[in-house]
């Protein structure tokens, strides 16, 4: 399967205790993005990397959030210090692309989080 | 502010029913829009998407989509449905130069056998 993949696809921890998701993209995709889903709601944008640049992020994302793409390949999101807002689902999209283009995003099967 | 609104939370239909569902946007530029589908169990993928041109946009599985820029609609439809379409239906727009994508809140549609 040469799809988005996220790992893992269930976290659980406990409050307060800091947390890494990975997210493999398609392999020739430039461009990356985070996402973020809660019950009854469509996913909210968290962050875009083009390439290994982190680009744009959105206010949700408290400086409790970190996320890297060092070599414009596979990307971390790391959340520390969790707290029971945090449990969501955690998606990771890829698209190839450049400025002001449109190309569909792709999405993997997400990382969902439970904190305790 | 960039925003989508899907008016149908959740949708019940009978097989072979006609179906439509409503997505309007709030968008100061040029606008994209995307329909994702989630079946159950399984990840976000598109359905279909408009970019320019034809305002009715045909997609996978028999959906299709018009987009009236003068009402900011862009409605999903299908003459008639099957079981296999149960799922949750995101609208989507982007715009700018990431493209990042704003979504609705979604709408769930149940399909009778």
């Known amino acids: 399967d040469t799809g988005v993949s996220q790992d893992p696809r269930h976290k659980i ?6 947390v890494t998701f990975r997210c493999d993209p398609i392999s020739e ?13 469509g996913p909210e944008f968290l ?11 959105s206010r949700l994302l408290s ?23 945090d449990s969501a689902m955690y998606l990771c999209a890829s698209s190839l692309g450049g400025t002001f283009i449109t190309s569909e995003q792709f999405f993997g099967p997400g990382t969902r989080l439970t904190v305790l | 502010a960039q925003s989508v609104s899907q008016h149908n ?6 097989e072979a029913a006609s179906l439509e569902l409503g997505c309007n946007y709030s968008y100061g530029g040029t606008v994209n829009l995307f329909w994702y589908v989630q079946y159950p169990g399984q990840h976000l993928q598109l359905l279909l998407k408009y970019f320019s041109g034809d305002p009715l946009v045909k997609g996978i599985k028999g959906f299709e989509a ?21 799922a949750e239906y995101f609208c989507a727009v982007t715009g700018g130069a990431t493209n990042k994508l704003i979504f609705g809140t979604g709408t769930l549609l149940a399909v009778q056998p």
């Open chain 1, 13 to 18: 921890t406990k409050r307060g205790q800091n």
């Open chain 1, 29 to 41: 995709h430039n461009r990356l993005y985070w996402y973020r889903q809660t019950l009854g709601q």
């Open chain 1, 47 to 57: 962050t875009y990397f083009q390439n290994e640049a982190q680009l744009e992020k």
């Open chain 1, 63 to 85: 400086d409790r959030f970190s996320a890297e793409r060092p070599k414009g390949s596979f990307s971390t999101l790391e959340i520390q210090r969790t707290e029971q807002g």
């Open chain 2, 9 to 14: 939370h959740h949708v019940i239909l009978s």
């Open chain 2, 66 to 86: 018009e987009f009236i820029k003068s009402k900011f609609s862009f409605n999903l439809r299908k003459p008639s449905v099957q079981w296999s379409d149960t």
